[in-house]
């Protein structure tokens, strides 16, 4: 198949990807809200009950993540998670200290005490969703790298790719400060996701009855910070691309690529939709089907969002530092080859999507 | 390169991959057995077998998180610490990563649900299919990531050398799939079956000391000195094949794990051996201060001829011996220049401006191109790995591997007879031995690991040209965090295993659980 094809084809497979795991984040928004919704020992019991169930998806969405980045475009993985290093290793510690939480929280004898662990699932339910919002805006926004193969033939000091200034990755945070903005954005979407999927999960009014509030103060939030990325991003925030081989910085804008691939405009507009109709539900009626809604939603607004980040050539990785060493999915993708073996791979994807709805419908069956 | 950030990084990858491996082998090992007893449960309908598999899974849930949380620094660590290894050879790495974690984890992330919180759910036969893809699952994952290291010990299935991006690109996928790498996952996954079967061994016998519980520990007694028994016996017959394989593929590897400098026909298999550490390549000394061989042995393990040649250290870096391929070894020295050679052609054909000063570049390049990884040294001396770390922990594995054999035929022996309840001299013995069945892991890992140093991958990529651009303190700054992080893990792993010990079987898991 063309290579071309296959690069916008591992493309879409990250952004559907990155849409599933910011659903799935609605674990990171529900730890998030323990110590407003779990105040009391027994709600507190009911809501680790059920996220715990579910943290394994989100994680492991997160994982998988990053290993197919690595292997579809492995300059992205090199450049980025070694340049900043700190963003990374601060969500992968927010990520550690959940992985235990569930199952030691409860234990007798589990050293930290509850509280420890309690504070832990907070934490991740702040950290990650705001670190990771964070670290995908510098796909729209940009980071300060440059590369060069050349470097790896000096056999003394061999180097790769140079990550300008001291912060390794923290500058992110005053670079611009459109990225904190999607950081925050997603962090409230986790928290009204969380929020809707508890109204979903658990029997009790009470909880019910708190987590509908949270819904409509979480999405209020959400939505200023949401709506203000995405109009500067669609409208005022240019896009890059390479032409010929040089670098163009006023390549239109990013409602011209969502023109361009007229379906990506429709999908975002459902999921926009999706989403503020699933809060509507959880808000302020009875329902119990909000989480779908704006879980769909996410997933195709996410999924629309990061594809035209990259599509046909555009720069999904800018440098502020050195703008010719900007990526591409042309320019930093595998091999052809790679590429082939891993879309054949990749067919399977339904399969397991298949079994965990199946079994989930099965374990969720009141 | 700084020397510290190299020396950082491979403390830290040490650090992190050695906790990993603190929990991974009892998930396979101890999975198996607990997925036995549950079937055990289905074919005799007796609640005893069911007791029996749901505290182990207690056990294997509190290891399992642990193992988890370890697992994803792995993951992200070839990108933060090793971007110059991403690159190079990302083409190949990352597949069967992301291949693992589309298969694996989900797979485990999906079942372990069922198999914790699904006994009232689901028909019985769904949740015993659930804990077999549990296990399933933590163990397709081991084949992945085993793929992937035996890749670095043995890189095969790669293409023509990329010059225009630098780097190695694949082009045949199945060979990747290599004899090593199959034979490094029997040898790693069943030999975590021996762990497995040591700790449910060791924790029964606390139970039989203590007079609890008998009819539970020794029904998983039973269980476990079989599984065990049988994962020795295939360990040992992989392991041979692995040395085997070592030979052709990894010759200074082999070369370390026997201290041998000088190579000879029927060379001996050091039983037991002191090392001369004053001892350092090509001064004439005596490599071992003490030692006992078995006549021909290494000679017969390396090349299946008790006459077969085997290369030393001195004899790898002067090379001009026949290998078992039939070749003439090249000298390292002369390995070191022609990579020399092909970086600096690779650098002419990077800069040059004409077409055909590119190609001149190129064809000058490919002649040395499989060198290309020598280039990054300046001696010889600087490709033999840290022998004595080797040499004695490939001792220790197999010594304590062997002990486990007689130890579970031992106790298989006791049960059979029905003198295991008196026998408390065993039970203490199993008890004790629990934590030299990691002792044996992490040494077969030492072997495997610090066996291929200098190279991050064989004859390919030194780690010096594999280690991420950063400065030192950031490095051990996360070296520290991960080391405090994982021990508090650790220790709040053992004190809630020893609570849930003391506890002992319930007749129902969910008591503690959310």
């Known amino acids: 198949m063309d290579y071309s094809i296959l690069q916008h084809y591992w493309w879409f497979l990250l952004s559907l990807l990155g849409g599933l795991l910011v659903f799935l984040l609605f674990v990171q928004g529900g730890q998030s809200l323990i110590y407003t919704l779990g105040r009391k020992e027994d709600d507190l019991r009911q809501l680790i009950g059920s996220l715990g169930r579910k943290w394994e998806l989100t994680f492991t969405t997160l994982v998988t993540f990053g290993a197919a980045f690595f292997a579809s475009f492995p300059l992205f993985y090199t450049i980025s998670f070694s340049g900043a290093y700190w963003v990374w290793m601060l969500i992968l510690f927010s990520f550690v200290i959940q992985a235990v939480s569930y199952e030691f929280i409860s234990k007798q004898g589990n050293f930290l005490g509850k509280g420890t662990y309690k504070t832990f699932l907070f934490l991740n339910g702040l950290l990650g969703p705001i670190l990771l919002g964070t670290a995908v805006s510098t796909l729209f926004f940009g980071a300060q790298f440059q590369y060069d193969p050349i470097n790896l033939t000096d056999t003394v000091n061999p180097t790769f790719s140079h990550w300008e200034g001291a912060f390794f990755g923290i500058e992110a945070i005053w670079l611009t400060p459109f990225n904190v903005i999607l950081g925050a954005a997603i962090f409230f979407l986790s928290r009204t996701l969380g929020a809707l999927y508890i109204i979903n999960n658990l029997q009790s009014d009470n909880i019910r009855r708190s987590a509908r509030r949270q819904v409509l103060s979480n999405a209020v939030f959400f939505l200023v910070a949401f709506l203000t990325y995405l109009v500067n991003l669609l409208f005022l925030h240019p896009v890059w691309k390479f032409d010929n081989g040089i670098i163009n910085t006023a390549a239109g804008t990013y409602f011209d690529n969502l023109l361009a691939a007229p379906w990506t405009l429709a999908t975002l507009l459902v999921g926009v939709l999706g989403v503020l109709y699933g809060i509507y539900k959880g808000a302020l009626t009875k329902s119990l089907n909000g989480i779908w809604y704006a879980g769909i939603g996410t997933v195709l607004t996410v999924l629309s969002l990061l594809f035209i980040a990259g599509v046909d050539g555009t720069v999904y990785y800018r440098s502020l530092s050195t703008p010719s060493s900007s990526l591409t999915i042309f320019n930093s993708s595998s091999s052809h080859f790679t590429l082939t073996a891993m879309s054949i791979v990749s067919l399977f994807i339904p399969f397991v999507l298949a079994y965990i709805w199946y079994v989930w419908r099965k374990m969720d069956r009141k | ?514």
């Not at chain 2, 597949?95 to 999906?110: C, R, V």
């Open chain 2, 1 to 514: 390169m700084e020397q510290s950030v190299i020396d950082w990084s491979r403390a830290q990858f040490a650090l992190t991959a050695m906790y990993h491996w603190l929990f991974v082998p009892l998930t396979l090992g101890l999975g198996f057995i607990m997925a036995i007893m549950e079937t055990l449960y289905l074919k005799t309908k007796n609640a005893k077998w069911k007791k029996t598999a749901k505290f182990w899974m207690k056990i294997f849930g509190i290891n399992f998180a642990v193992g988890v949380a370890t697992g994803i620094i792995l993951e992200f660590e070839f990108g933060t610490n090793w971007s110059k290894y991403s690159w190079f050879v990302g083409d190949i790495f990352g597949a069967p990563l992301a291949i693992e974690g589309i298969f694996a984890f989900f797979m485990e992330a999906t079942f372990i649900a069922v198999m914790f919180f699904g006994w009232n759910k689901v028909s019985k036969g769904f949740h015993l299919a659930s804990t077999w893809l549990t296990v399933g699952g933590a163990t397709l994952s081991a084949v992945w990531i085993l793929v992937a290291n035996a890749w670095m010990q043995h890189p095969v299935g790669m293409g023509e050398f990329n010059v225009d991006l630098v780097r190695t690109e694949l082009n045949d996928f199945w060979a990747v799939i290599s004899p090593v790498a199959i034979m490094k996952f029997f040898h790693t996954v069943i030999s975590s079956w021996m762990l497995g079967a040591a700790v449910v061994i060791g924790i029964a016998s606390w139970y039989m000391l203590k007079n609890r519980e008998k009819t539970f520990a020794l029904d998983s007694i039973k269980i476990a000195s079989v599984v065990g028994v049988t994962g020795i016996v295939i360990s040992i017959i992989t392991g041979d094949i692995t040395g085997n394989q070592v030979a052709k593929t990894q010759p200074m590897k082999l070369a370390a794990m026997e201290g041998l400098y000088d190579g000879a026909n029927g060379v001996g298999l050091v039983g037991i051996g002191i090392l001369n550490h004053d001892k350092t390549y090509n001064d004439g000394k005596d490599p071992y201060l003490f030692d006992i061989s078995v006549p021909k042995m290494l000679s017969f393990l390396a090349t299946r001829d008790i006459n077969g040649y085997v290369p030393g250290i001195n004899d790898i870096i002067k090379g001009g011996y026949t290998t078992q391929e039939g070749n003439i070894a090249v000298p390292v020295e002369e390995k070191i220049a022609r990579g020399k050679e092909a970086s600096e052609q690779l650098r002419l054909y990077k800069t040059a401006t004409n077409e055909e000063d590119k190609e001149t570049a190129k064809a000058f390049f490919k002649a040395n191109s499989k060198y290309f990884g020598y280039s990054f040294f300046n001696s010889a001396a600087d490709t033999i790995p840290p022998v004595s770390l080797v040499f004695y922990s490939f001792r220790i594995m197999v010594c304590l591997g062997l002990l486990f054999l007689i130890l579970f035929v031992v106790v298989i022996y006791y049960i059979g007879k029905n003198k295991f309840t008196a026998a408390r001299w065993l039970q203490k013995t199993c008890l004790w031995a629990i934590p030299f069945a990691y002792i044996a892991s992490q040494a077969g890992w030492i072997v495997a690991e610090v066996g291929r140093q200098p190279w991050a991958i064989q004859d390919i990529l030194p780690v010096q040209a594999a280690v991420t651009n950063i400065n030192a303190s950031s490095v051990i700054l996360t070296f520290f965090i991960f080391l405090l992080l994982f021990t508090t893990l650790l220790i709040a792993e053992i004190k809630i295993i020893l609570k849930a010990i003391q506890t002992g079987p319930v007749e129902s898991v969910e008591d503690e659980q959310y």
